[in-house]
């Protein structure tokens, strides 16, 4: 039982590229969650999901698009990266309703330059 | 909107020495409160919450935590500290009704021999 994945692990990307982070999960939690980490802010949210097709912003949505047409796939788009994403990424899923925590991905640490 | 404070951004402990993490929240309400746990280069891996009953709460790798409402606190204490624990730590809270959660920027654990 694989869990959740996330794809690729590591990418390096330039200023100005497209880049798609790829999250999956074999539970099939209703709830998917997109966090960046960075040194002295902890876990920010970016955008979370309820179920396919319901996507909702979180704490800092701006430069990310996700979207989620299956229950299992919630893939995170940077449209144009900044240096400012820079960041290790962390997608998440949670079974919703009655149960608030979190199961985490491994992580994939992307790097503008 | 809820908050975490976690006031400690790194603490060493002698191994076999106990250990206790602070957890500070806001919220008006009765929270739900977790500890999660980041070794290095992995996911956060959930250790214990609280929802609601007996304050005291028993997690994973004989970790505790104890909920005290009139402190608005829910601090992470292990009696017997391990090498192995050295990590990151997390407080989170989340609210009745609402999907996400609030992390805390975590308190990192240095285990000395």
């Known amino acids: 039982d694989a869990g959740i994945t996330q794809s690729p692990r590591y990418k390096i990307t330039e200023t100005g590229r497209q880049v798609t982070l790829m999250c999956h999960q074999t539970w099939s939690h209703s709830y998917m969650f997109w966090y960046r980490q960075d040194l002295g802010h902890g876990l920010r949210l970016i955008y979370y999901?309820?179920?396919?097709?319901?996507?909702d912003k979180g704490e800092v949505p701006d430069g990310y698009v996700v979207s989620r047409s299956k229950t299992e796939n919630f893939p995170l788009t940077l449209e144009s990266a900044t240096r400012s994403q820079t960041s290790v990424y962390f997608c998440a899923t949670g079974q919703g309703a009655l149960s608030y925590e979190q199961y985490f991905g491994p992580g994939t640490r992307l790097t503008v330059t | 909107a809820q908050s975490v404070t976690q006031p400690d951004i790194h603490i060493t402990v002698s191994e076999g020495a106990s250990l206790e993490l602070r957890c500070n929240y806001s919220?008006?309400?009765?929270?739900?409160l977790f500890w999660y746990v980041q070794s290095p280069g992995q996911g956060l891996q959930l250790l214990l919450k609280y929802f609601s009953g007996d304050t005291l709460v028993q997690g994973i790798k004989g970790f505790e935590a104890e909920f005290k409402r009139s402190q608005s606190s829910f601090n992470l204490r292990k009696p017997s500290v391990h090498w192995s624990d050295a990590a990151e730590y997390f407080c989170a809270v989340g609210a009745r009704g609402y999907s996400t959660l609030t992390f805390g920027k975590g308190t990192m654990l240095l285990v000395s021999p």
């Open positions: 999901s309820a179920a396919a097709d319901i996507t």
């Open positions: 919220y008006g309400a009765t929270p739900y």
